[in-house]
């Protein structure tokens, strides 16, 4: 569809009201679209919500052609947020100590998703690049998440795992490890079709390796989600030229 750049806004939730428009946004996607579940999902009012979410700080992207409608969505946890929620969210899937141990200052992003009309164009750069002015505010130094494959079937999976494995591993210093181990070495280096493969990592995760971003050692299969995660992290000192110029754009 042919969008507007001036119909869009994209602003931290203000209140309840805004929250649960974010959340009736992820239950399309994780619940209806992608088979997610949880234990706070809410069917009845269709939202999908879990007990992090009132730590969170919650981007939102909204269309004035649709009367404001929520079409897009980040979730952000700062590192003091963290300290009050008593973890991080992806502390369940991912041993996150070696973050911790770098004393910089940590930004975990989660639950980022589209509305199907606006995937593929410019939605998620205005989000990237409010994010950007977030992680400037706050003196972010690492990013870090987790990000989904759809199914939890690792043999489907083997080809793009192993070349996040291979070719995007992050140095020992950043490199977090799944707590529920499922290796991602599963097809020799040699032996991978690299353009296939990654024409199977899904367009999130492609942006992050854009950006820099690599990956922790191991997958979560998320049977709840019916997902397969992995962690991504970015160090904003590290960024490349590409993302450099993302993060600066529109900012004087």
């Known amino acids: 569809m042919a969008l507007d750049e001036r119909d869009f806004t994209v602003r931290l939730a203000r209140d309840a009201a805004d929250i649960a428009a974010a959340q009736r946004l992820r239950y399309e996607v994780f619940v209806e679209e992608l088979g997610g579940g949880g234990a706070l999902v809410d069917h009845a009012q269709r939202l999908e919500r879990d007990r992090f ?31 009050a929620a008593g ?10 100590a070696p973050l911790r141990r770098s ?13 199907p009309d606006y995937r593929g164009g410019t939605a998620m750069m205005h989000l ?27 043999t489907r999976l083997a080809q793009p795992l192993s070349l ?33 493969a990654m024409r199977e990592v899904p367009a999130l995760i492609k942006g992050y390796l854009r950006l820099g971003g ?5 997958a979560y299969v998320d049977h709840a989600f019916n997902t397969t995660d992995v962690c991504l992290i970015m160090d904003t000192a590290q960024l490349n030229a590409r993302a450099a110029g993302i993060y600066t754009r529109g900012r004087g």
Do not use: K, N
């Open 53 to 83: 979410d009132p730590f969170f700080d919650h981007l939102i992207l909204s269309d004035a052609r649709r009367d404001g409608a929520v079409v897009g969505v980040y979730r952000l946890l700062r590192d003091d947020q963290a300290a």
């Open 128 to 154: 990237w690049q409010a994010l950007a002015e977030y992680v400037a505010e706050h003196g972010i130094e690492i990013l870090f998440g987790t990000a989904s494959f759809h199914g939890t079937d690792v």
């Open 214 to 218: 690599v990956v922790g050692e191991g």
């Open 87 to 96: 973890q991080f969210y992806s502390e369940d899937e991912y041993d996150l």
């Open 103 to 115: 004393g910089r200052r940590l930004l975990e992003l989660g639950r980022s998703c589209l509305h």
């Open 164 to 196: 996040l494995h291979h070719r995007h591993l992050a140095p020992e210093p950043l490199r977090v490890r799944s707590r529920r181990f499922q290796s991602m070495d599963l097809v020799p280096e040699a032996e991978i079709d690299r353009r296939q």
